[in-house]
Antibody, heavy 122, light 112 residues
């Protein structure tokens, strides 16, 4: 069974930093692109970032470039999101997700974690 | 950035009746590899999203066949042939043809 378990969220003051983690199991993590998606309270879904299975390609939404960094450790079966200079607008549940097929360009997102809540507030 | 626009934003339906959601993209979604990376996801209350359909009409594993997708170019449709109580939730279209990936605003399906 595929499992994605996010952690690292919590309450942080504006201007602070957090590092989110997502530990994967039930599939060959090193074969899959991985994605972070966020959802502000009561709002829709927003794609944040993608990373290729070997870490050689990374894509981050333009509005977050320079503040958010995606990375992975295939040996640890883990995906990360480093978030700096956080603002109240970054308050959201952050999900990690996996596409349906290994190695190839991702076509969608078929497996999702339950998310971790990041609350940016003074 | 490709903008995804869903209609309606709210859809009250009667159990057993069909439902339909439209999704329009601001640009064509055909990738240079020939595929159209348009997906539909369902989010039940308090749950993470769940993939229903990918590449317009491919039903993901375990998804009931009452869910179907169609469309081409910039116009896409999700149809539920007979709505069941468990179908209540918010439905999103998503394009993965071009970065940044983008989602529609979501359509809330509820029972009348």
């Amino acid at each position: 069974e595929v499992q994605l378990v996010e952690s690292g969220g919590g309450l942080v003051q504006p201007g602070g930093s957090l590092r989110l983690s997502c530990v994967a199991s039930g599939f060959t993590f090193s074969d899959y692109w991985m994605t972070w998606v966020r959802q502000a309270p009561g709002k829709g879904l927003e794609w944040v970032a993608n990373i290729k299975y070997d870490g050689s390609e990374k894509f981050v939404v333009a509005s977050l470039k320079g503040r958010f960094t995606i990375s992975r450790d295939n040996a640890e079966r883990s995906l990360y999101l480093q978030m700096n200079s956080l603002s109240v607008e970054d308050t959201a549940v952050y999900y990690c997700a996996r596409p349906p097929h290994p190695a190839v360009r991702p076509s969608s997102l078929c497996d999702w974690g339950r998310g971790t809540l990041v609350d940016v507030s003074s | 950035e490709i903008v995804m626009t869903q209609t309606p934003l709210s859809s009250p339906v009667t159990l057993g009746q069909p439902a339909s959601i439209s999704c329009r993209s601001s640009q064509g979604l055909v990738h240079s590899d020939g595929s159209t990376y348009l997906s539909w996801l369902q989010q039940r209350p308090g749950q993470p999203p769940r993939l229903l359909l990918y590449k317009i009409s491919n039903r993901f594993s375990g998804v009931p066949d009452r869910f179907s997708g169609s469309g081409a170019g910039t116009e896409f449709t999700l149809k539920i042939s007979r709505v069941e109580a468990e179908d209540v939730g918010v439905y999103y279209c998503m394009q993965a043809t071009q970065f940044p990936w983008t989602f529609g605003q979501g359509t809330k399906v509820e029972i009348k």
